[in-house]
């Protein structure tokens, strides 16, 4: 239901958002049975579970995708089982992490008891993915709730139906049982708002959960989740991923509908976002993009590409070529990061079957000047009047993008043509980088021999720490581009391994601010952290991607270390 205390209704923004907190809260206390109080919260939070879960809760909840559905079509774990499972952990990650805008037990257990009932009569799952719970970011609208964005302002906002991706996903048999939490102005790779506060990550508090969508990533990585729902302009998606140590997607732009969520700016067309999975699993990102694809959104969403989902086998009688980009060249990672890198170079290096060869990065910091320039075509205008019609304060890292960001300005028709030629111009120049990589040209002009993923870093570092997050180059840089890119986790910030100090002499400010962060709190100040890395392809080869992600994972045998 609509809120009632909001800024029409004459109420302040720090009412507002007390109302908004308190409703959450009211949601979790329909819990049943309730989850105890939490008088510490630990540095690291997921040995949480284990304290108040029950065993059966614990094994359902840690059931990876493709081995849960089986279950649940056969009959053998009931929607419902299931679905509370899901309840009480996400519940108990709101308590570690803040991470949670309400959950929706009520309307889930509802949808879940039907599903288990047409099972029971038609002798079959009702679609591909029958009975499972998956969570969805705020901003994606579901029918008659709250869709605020992230604004205060925005509060009392409610969808009057449910987003095309979601009508989908709910044929296919979802259930939809909790909303999770986004930053001011959806343009963090943190996420913090003045509604609901800080996202921490579950694995070091003193971390972010990333952003824009990282109440799903601490959701997920605390196994509240095993499938959800992001957005992605900038890294929204793959910096959660990446940073609570869990499978994340950004698809290339126009394969998965888009209808449905809010936003300013809608109708921008210079720096389109995309929709995606996150997961406990790479199979369970596969499937969210497939079964949508299955359903041909493209005829609800024309301005989707009509293509299916590409069954080929992109390898077949040859090795896959992977080209390792070990630094942007504007912001140096720090040492867990080049580390990780290094160990999954070394064991695909031993591998018959894949070649590795070097990326030199091409004009990164030109990238970051052209999408920073493309993301407020109106000079930040529409973003700085949801934030300051409420009274509310603009957060740190709001700030650092518009009113912070020199390439921040307030186009014209003529100046966002211009730029968006120059985009264009650099699409063109990496492909030709791209282009040259291949070792020999077909009888038919085609491109023989040319690399087929990049592998990369997702940051200059892990999780960063709070209101730390401010370059996104190694994300952005392929928004700019629109190629699909899937991050996927490794290993974890070592104190030992990756306690040795190493000298960098600092290239920029942005460089010098991230090594002075490593200096200040050390591997120590990143303990437990997740460290991930990103597999990126060329524009519309998202199941190349996909498959090669498959092949390296059972090349190199990542990730090196259990997360839960």
Request: net charge negative; aromatic share 8%; glycine share 8%.
């Amino acid at each position: 239901m609509a809120a009632t205390v909001t800024i029409s209704s004459g109420a302040t923004w720090q009412e507002v958002a007390l109302d908004r907190q308190k409703h959450r809260d009211a949601t979790l206390s329909l819990l049943d049975p309730p989850l105890p109080s939490i008088d510490t919260i630990p540095l690291n939070t997921t040995p949480l579970a284990k304290q108040i879960l029950t065993a059966e809760e614990i094994k359902i909840t840690e059931t990876l995708v493709e081995d849960l559905l089986p279950q649940l079509a056969r009959g053998e774990l009931s929607s419902v089982t299931v679905t509370k499972a899901f309840l009480r952990r996400a519940g108990l990650a709101q308590k570690a992490t803040n991470c949670i805008t309400e959950l929706l037990p009520q309307r889930a257990l509802e949808h879940a008891a039907y599903l288990d009932t047409y099972l029971a009569e038609h002798k079959k799952p009702l679609g591909p993915l029958h009975g499972l719970p998956i969570s969805v970011k705020e901003h994606i609208g579901m029918k008659g709730l709250d869709w605020n964005a992230g604004f205060v302002a925005w509060v009392g906002k409610v969808a009057e139906k449910d987003a095309h991706i979601l009508r989908i996903l709910w044929e296919a048999g979802a259930v939809f049982y909790v909303r999770s939490t986004q930053p001011q102005s959806l343009m963090h790779l943190e996420t913090s708002s003045n509604l609901y506060g800080v996202t921490t990550n579950p694995y070091n508090t003193t971390l972010t959960a990333g952003g824009s969508s990282g109440g799903e990533g601490a959701l997920v990585g605390f196994r509240g989740s095993c499938l959800g729902i992001g957005t992605d302009i900038g890294g929204s998606i793959r910096s959660p991923a990446a940073n609570n140590g869990v499978y994340g997607m950004k698809p290339t732009s126009g394969r998965l509908p888009m209808k449905g969520l809010t936003a300013t700016q809608e109708g921008e067309e210079q720096i389109v976002p995309t929709i995606g999975p996150l997961s406990t699993s790479l199979e369970g990102c596969k499937l969210f993009i497939k079964t949508i694809i299955d359903a041909k959104p493209w005829y609800r969403e024309p301005s989707l590409l009509p293509f299916p989902w590409k069954e080929e086998d992109f390898f077949k009688g040859r090795k896959l070529k992977v080209a390792v980009l070990w630094d942007d060249g504007v912001v140096k990672p720090h040492p867990p990061v080049t580390r990780t890198l290094k160990q999954v170079v070394d064991k695909l290096r031993g591998s018959s079957n894949v070649e590795i060869v070097e990326w030199k990065p091409y004009k990164h910091d030109l990238a970051w000047e052209l999408i920073a320039n493309l993301y407020f075509s109106d000079g930040g205008a529409e973003e700085a009047e949801a934030i300051n019609s409420s009274g509310e304060p603009w957060r740190p890292l709001t700030k650092h993008i518009i009113t912070s960001n020199p390439h921040c300005q307030s186009h014209t028709i003529s100046s966002v043509w211009a730029a968006t030629i120059k985009r264009d111009d650099y699409r063109s120049e990496y492909a030709e980088l791209w282009n040259s990589t291949a070792t020999s040209v077909g009888s038919r002009s085609e491109l023989e021999g040319m690399v087929d993923v990049i592998l990369s870093p997702v940051g200059p570092g892990a999780a960063p720490k709070i209101d730390t997050a401010k370059w996104w180059g190694y994300t952005s840089q392929w928004n700019l581009l629109d190629y699909p890119a899937l991050v996927f986790p490794v290993d974890r910030v070592d104190v030992v391994k990756d306690g040795e100090k190493v000298v960098h002499e600092r290239r920029n400010e942005r460089d010098k601010e991230n090594w002075e962060l490593w200096e200040k709190y050390g591997a120590e100040g990143w303990k437990d952290a997740p460290v991930s890395l990103q597999l990126i392809g060329r524009r519309y080869e998202d199941e190349k991607v996909i498959q090669a992600l498959e092949i390296l994972k059972k090349e190199a045998g990542f990730p090196f270390v259990d997360y839960i």
